[in-house]
């Protein structure tokens, strides 16, 4: 017989239960669920998120999953290629992390602008070779590229340069009949009346800069001027918005929108009186200039647009729909300038109630909000878009001029930055908004056209709204200029100057030129450098007694 010790027994008694157990398990199948296989994480640049914007054109990329990868599966399952094309971009591979982390960088710089995709598929392996479980793909769009396009020039320069360039839209792009300024750039016989006004006041600086003789430029208003009192359809003395530059029929605007557009007007005037200041030779042709440019002034019924003497003016009349648009003008917008010449006709003149009870709706037109620690005086929260300070003040010089409500230059310097601060600040995370590239105004956009402004933005910058606010603003859009010309210029500086405008995030360049965006730029970089046309406009008689009668003072009334 043996016998064992007690240690002994349970060894034995453990080495029987572990064999029983093995041989109850022996006959079935032992599963292991495999460890799924995903993404965790992707950084561009350091940078996470979905869409990427403002890449470098030579881009370190990161993808990390949850475990290492196949290297060999790597080159066949991800790719990196351009969107619009789907080219895909040569690339190289690096690891990190015990091979769970790629990093990607193109073998050559991508293209500005441009936006590119990240894809990895779904067969792409772990190193256990599990398959990856979804679809991969990321949107990137790559930066400007910040070199200069041109050889830098000084400013001085630069500024002769852009308002050469952009008069060229008025004198070469003008109407063959009529003179007058077409709407854009493809409008055929289609000119509009309030961009002619802004027009002509450009001639003015094309004669003062030597792009033009003074005798071409009097000519060219002589055409114009018989065509606007011989040819073109009035209302009341107004004029329609558009209008066809052959014959001068109206063409409607819109559908109720056919008849007198009192605002166009009043830009037309704006431009027409300030050209009859211009040209005070005592010679015929100049002589004649200014006795058209009287009797288009004096027949604007002015008054006739306050609707049966309401205290206030209407936009639209038409002779069909009479006042169906119903348009009341009222402050603060763009047309200060209607009220100020309504005011000033010496025949057809509006009371000062009306300014004060339609246009300042007495004082509700005041904000007085802080907006990026600046007050705004007048108008809406964050003070709508620029040609606000743009369109009125062509001619009326804001320099010390003030009413019962604003201090008109405060008003223009504070709009001016707010909308400089936003672009600045940029809330939305557009791409492209820096203190180099800023402005908000109305514009043409990728879909169409609206009036851009902070409470409006999509990312569409306008040249027209930095450029035309020089002499509020002269460092900031001195800045702008800089940038778009010599950063921007190989995508927007094209024959008439800037582009209409552009949007950095949709990689969207218009092709389009307009009269009212084209037409601001030169006037108001030549009211910053010489005061020109505010000196000409504030010289009429009937303008100085006019805002004298409404209340405004100023050293230049």
Not at 137 to 162: A, E, R
Not at 261 to 280: C, H, I, K
Not at 283 to 299: M, S
Not at 406 to 427: D, E, F
């Amino acid at each position: 017989m043996i016998s064992t010790t007690k240690p002994m027994k349970n060894i034995l008694i453990c080495v029987i239960i572990f064999i029983s157990l093995f041989s109850c398990k022996r006959s079935e199948e032992i599963t292991i669920t495999p460890q799924p296989f995903y993404f965790t994480g992707v950084l561009i640049d350091g940078k996470a998120g979905v869409n990427y914007t403002d890449v470098s054109l030579k881009p370190t990329i990161k993808i990390s999953f949850i475990a290492p990868v196949d290297k060999n599966a790597v080159a066949s399952n991800i790719s990196l290629s351009e969107l619009a094309t789907s080219k895909e971009i040569p690339i190289d591979f690096m690891y990190e992390k015990s091979d769970s982390t790629i990093i990607i960088t193109p073998k050559t710089a991508l293209n500005a602008l441009t936006k590119y995709s990240i894809k990895v598929l779904p067969n792409f392996t772990s190193k256990t070779n599990v398959k990856f479980d979804s679809n991969l793909q990321v949107f990137l769009t790559t930066s400007i590229d910040i070199s200069d396009k041109f050889p830098i020039i000084s400013d001085s320069l630069l500024l002769d340069l852009v308002q050469r360039q952009t008069f060229k839209y008025f004198w070469d792009f003008g109407h063959p009949v009529s003179g007058m300024s077409r709407e854009r750039n493809t409008s055929g016989d289609l000119v509009t009346s309030g961009g002619t006004g802004f027009g002509i006041m450009s001639i003015i600086v094309g004669i003062e800069r030597g792009f033009i003789t003074r005798k071409q430029g009097l000519d060219r208003l002589n055409l114009m001027t018989d065509f606007l009192k011989n040819k073109v359809v009035k209302y009341h003395g107004a004029y329609p918005h558009w209008l066809n530059g052959a014959t001068g029929a109206t063409i409607p605007f819109s559908a109720k929108d056919d008849g007198a557009d009192l605002v166009e007007t009043s830009y037309l005037m704006q431009g027409l009186l300030t050209a009859r200041q211009y040209f005070n030779e005592t010679v015929t042709d100049e002589i004649n200039l200014k006795n058209k440019i009287n009797d288009l002034w004096k027949a604007v019924e002015w008054n006739w647009f306050t609707k049966n003497n309401e205290n206030v003016l209407y936009w639209h009349w038409s002779p069909k729909y009479n006042w169906e648009m119903n348009v009341r003008l009222t402050g603060w917008n763009e047309a200060l300038i209607t009220y100020v010449l309504a005011e000033s006709s010496p025949t057809f003149p509006i009371s000062k109630t009306v300014y004060d009870e339609g246009w300042a709706r007495n004082g509700q037109m005041k904000n007085g909000k802080q907006f990026y620690g600046i007050t705004l005086p007048l108008g809406p929260d964050l003070g709508g878009p620029l040609f606000f300070s743009h369109y009125s003040f062509l001619g009326i010089n804001p320099n010390g001029l003030t009413d019962n409500y604003a201090n008109y230059q405060t008003q223009n310097v504070r709009h001016s930055l707010i909308n400089y601060n936003y672009c600045k600040a940029n809330p939305k995370q557009f791409s492209g908004y820096t203190e180099n590239c800023w402005g908000l105004t109305a514009s043409d956009e990728k879909n169409g056209y609206s009036a851009h402004e902070p409470n409006n933005d999509n990312g569409t910058i306008s040249p027209t709204a930095a450029l035309s606010s020089m002499p509020y603003t002269p460092k900031e859009s001195m800045q702008a200029l800089r940038f778009f010309y010599y950063k921007l210029g190989d995508k927007i500086w094209k024959n008439y100057g800037f582009v209409d405008a552009f949007n950095l995030t949709d990689i969207w360049f218009a092709d389009s030129f307009l009269a009212i965006d084209q037409g601001p730029i030169i006037i108001m970089i030549e009211n910053h450098r010489s005061q020109l046309l505010w000196k000409l406009f504030m010289s009429c008689p009937e303008v100085k007694t006019g805002m004298k009668k409404t209340g405004f003072t100023s050293p230049n009334l």
